[in-house]
């Protein structure tokens, strides 16, 4: 049995092949985002695909970390994926598979599959499964809202188990 297909030059050249190569692609990027010169943020990752056009982002298919820094440029927390996207102009950064968020200040850690963060308005998001690990227990949702830092969250569907302190 022998099969055989042939294309004509003209429709292979009509295939758009620009929509999915990048523009630019790094290895082992560093950026440092800083406002009147004190370090806030720093975005790296180990291979970084940047795409322009209509909706200009770029791609960490390998994974990535996020720092924020307080005044003193001591890391208050981290968010950490194995792929995420940065949509530049709509300013958001969103984390898949194995999204760890760490609050150094409080020693929490949140666990999820899929986070959101909204760089405009200093949130993050999630509709995804989330586990919040704390020295007080852990807590499970099916969602989250949170500042940035991870400081104030609302959890959604909450359960789990949580030591309080009585008041006296």
């Known amino acids: 049995m022998l099969l055989a297909c042939k294309n004509e030059l003209k429709d292979i050249a009509a295939i758009d092949f620009n929509d ?3 523009d630019i692609s790094a290895r082992n990027i560093d950026f440092t985002f800083s406002e009147s010169a004190m370090v ?5 990752g180990p291979v ?3 795409f322009e056009g209509d909706d200009p982002s770029m791609v960490f298919p390998e994974g990535f970390r996020v720092e924020f820094y307080d005044s003193a440029f001591n890391i208050t927390s981290t968010i950490t ?4 996207i940065h949509y530049r102009e709509k300013q958001l950064m969103e984390a898949r598979n194995n999204v760890v968020v760490i609050n150094y ?3 929490e850690r949140l666990d999820t599959e899929e986070l959101i963060w909204d760089m405009k308005k200093e949130l993050i998001f999630s509709n995804k499964f989330v586990k919040i690990t704390s020295d007080n227990g852990v807590m499970y949702g ?3 809202e949170a500042e940035q830092d991870f400081s104030k969250r609302r959890i959604i569907n909450p359960s789990g188990e949580i030591e309080v302190e009585e008041d006296e």
């Open 20 to 22: 999915s190569l990048p």
């Open 40 to 44: 806030q943020v720093r975005l790296t």
């Open 48 to 50: 970084m695909h940047a």
């Open 81 to 84: 994926g194995n792929y995420g």
């Open 105 to 107: 200040e409080t020693g």
């Open 142 to 144: 099916d969602g989250l």
